[in-house]
C-alpha cells in the first residue's frame, strides 16, 4: 500500500469465498469501510430495518450490530479505514456523524467516481490489479492534504487505549466543545460513544483464548464488572460473551448465525 496512505487506511482487500447462504452478525468498530460486491450488484444490511444499496457503498461509522448476507461475501473488494481516516476522502462538509450505521451508496459520496468504481474492479484482472484500482481512486479522491492531524490523531490514540474522555480534554488543552467537534467530524462518533465501542474492539482482542476469563478481561479492559461487561456485550453484540463465536479469530467482528 502506497506509504501515504497508511496513517488513514488500515488494509485494502480482495476476497473470494464459496458465500454458503445465511447470515452473520457483523459487530461494530467505530470505523468505516467502504464495500464492493463483485458477485451481485447489491450490498444488504439489517438493522432496525433493512438497508439495501447498490454494490459499491461506504460503510458509516458503526455503533450497533447489523445483520449481513454472506452471500454478498463470495466476491468483495474492501477499503478499511482507520478511526477517523476517512475524513481526508470524503467531500468537504460530508455529514459524517449522520452516516453512522447506514449504507451510503457510493456515487452519493464520490460521484462519478463512486458510481463507476464497481466496473473498474470488475474490469482488473487480478487480485493485484484490483488493490490497485483501491489505491488510486483513493489517491486521487484525497480533498485535503494526506497529513494526520495532530489532534484529532491524539485524541483517537489516547481514547483506544482507555483514556478518560476527560483526561484527553485535559492533555490537548482543549474544551470538551472542542474535542467532541472534531471526532463527531472527522470520526463520525462523539468521544464518550467512541470510547464505548473502541474498548469493545480491546475485548474482542483479548478474548482470543478458548475459554476466556471474562472476569479477568473485564478488569483489564476497563469495565467496572463482569456485570457491566455482559451489559455491553449485550449492545454491541446482541448476544452474551458465552454465545460469541466468530468466524475465526482472524474475523473476530463477523459471528455466523
Not at 490497485?132 to 490523531?153: I, K, Y
Not at 462523539?190 to 478474548?207: E, N
Request: hydrophobic share 45%; glycine share 8%; aromatic share 8%.
Amino acid at each position: 500500500m502506497n506509504p501515504l496512505l497508511t496513517p488513514f487506511v488500515a488494509g485494502l482487500g480482495y476476497v473470494e469465498s464459496a458465500g454458503e447462504p445465511g447470515w452473520e452478525v457483523a459487530l461494530p468498530s467505530g470505523t468505516m469501510q467502504i464495500l464492493v460486491n463483485l458477485h451481485a450488484d447489491e450490498l444488504t444490511s439489517v438493522r432496525e430495518k433493512m438497508q439495501q444499496t447498490r454494490g459499491a457503498a461506504l460503510q458509516g461509522p458503526s455503533f450497533t450490530p447489523s445483520l449481513i448476507d454472506v452471500r454478498h461475501q463470495r466476491a468483495i473488494a474492501w477499503i478499511a479505514f482507520r478511526p477517523g481516516g476517512a475524513w481526508p476522502f470524503l467531500p468537504a462538509g460530508f455529514p459524517t456523524a449522520d452516516a453512522q450505521d447506514l449504507l451510503v451508496d457510493l456515487d452519493q459520496v464520490w460521484g462519478r467516481d463512486g458510481a463507476v468504481l464497481r466496473e473498474r474492479l470488475l474490469a482488473a484482472p487480478t487480485r493485484a490489479a484490483k488493490l490497485q484500482v483501491l489505491e488510486d481512486v483513493l489517491l486521487a479522491r484525497a480533498t485535503a492534504p494526506l497529513v494526520p492531524d495532530f489532534g484529532v490523531h491524539a485524541a483517537v490514540a489516547a481514547l483506544q487505549h482507555g483514556a478518560p474522555v476527560g483526561a484527553v480534554t485535559d492533555r490537548l488543552g482543549w474544551t470538551s466543545r472542542r474535542l467532541t467537534r472534531a471526532l463527531t467530524e472527522h470520526v463520525g462518533l462523539a468521544p464518550k460513544r467512541f470510547a464505548r465501542v473502541r474498548r469493545f474492539q480491546r475485548l474482542l482482542f483479548a478474548s482470543t483464548a478458548r475459554d476466556p476469563d471474562w472476569a479477568r478481561l473485564a478488569a483489564e479492559c476497563g469495565y467496572h464488572d463482569q456485570a457491566h461487561l455482559i451489559h455491553e456485550f449485550r449492545a454491541f453484540a446482541g448476544m452474551t460473551p458465552t454465545s460469541y463465536a466468530p468466524r475465526s479469530a482472524a474475523e473476530h467482528n463477523h459471528v455466523p448465525l
